[in-house]
């Protein structure tokens, strides 16, 4: 992370944009083309991992961007998951899902690594605190 100046310079951005780009070019083609729902869901899974870890990169803090990295990690274990289906169906064949599956780990890999990163940060904690009503202060405790 350090040196970074786009989302797209980061390791866990690359493997989930090379993730959605495979997990269109497959849903394209035979048989898994006409499952719809399917489709349909494996895509919006694919296509939310970039698309958070770009969102939170673009936050003001690392709590923050830590954040945006967990809604992205789930929704790479959602695509992890729709290629176990996608194996069960036979929309894919042994050794296609075998390479899917090492990237989607390999994704799922960069995001953790990142987010514990965030969590060394400066001022990972030093996110201000809510407001709470009816409190003297304002503030939590």
Same mark, same amino acid.
């Given at each position: 992370m350090a040196g970074a100046?786009?989302? @797209? @310079?980061? !390791?866990?951005w690359q493997l989930a944009w090379e993730l959605?780009?495979? *997990?269109? /070019? %497959?849903? $394209?083609?035979g048989d898994v083309a006409r499952d719809r729902? %399917?489709?349909?869901?494996? $895509? $919006? /899974? !694919?296509? =939310? /991992?970039?698309?958070?870890?770009c969102e939170g990169f673009y936050r003001f803090s690392p709590a923050d961007f830590a954040q945006f990295l =967990?809604?992205?990690?789930? =929704? &790479?274990? @959602? *695509?992890r998951d729709q290629l176990l289906h996608a194996l069960d169906e036979k929309f894919l064949n042994d050794a296609e %899902?075998? @390479? &899917?599956? &090492? &990237? *989607?780990n390999r994704a799922i890999g960069a995001n953790t690594k990142l987010q514990a990163y965030l969590r060394t940060a400066p001022?990972? %904690?030093? $996110?201000p605190r809510r407001k709470k009503p009816g409190s003297p202060t304002g503030r939590e405790p």
């Open positions: 100046n786009r989302p @797209e @310079e980061l !390791a866990a959605k780009q495979r *997990v269109y /070019a %497959f849903t $394209r083609t729902d %399917f489709c349909t869901d494996i $895509r $919006r /899974a !694919a296509r =939310s /991992a970039p698309h958070n870890t =967990s809604f992205a990690r789930g =929704s &790479l274990g @959602e *695509v %899902f075998a @390479e &899917l599956l &090492l &990237l *989607v001022g990972y %904690f030093a $996110r």
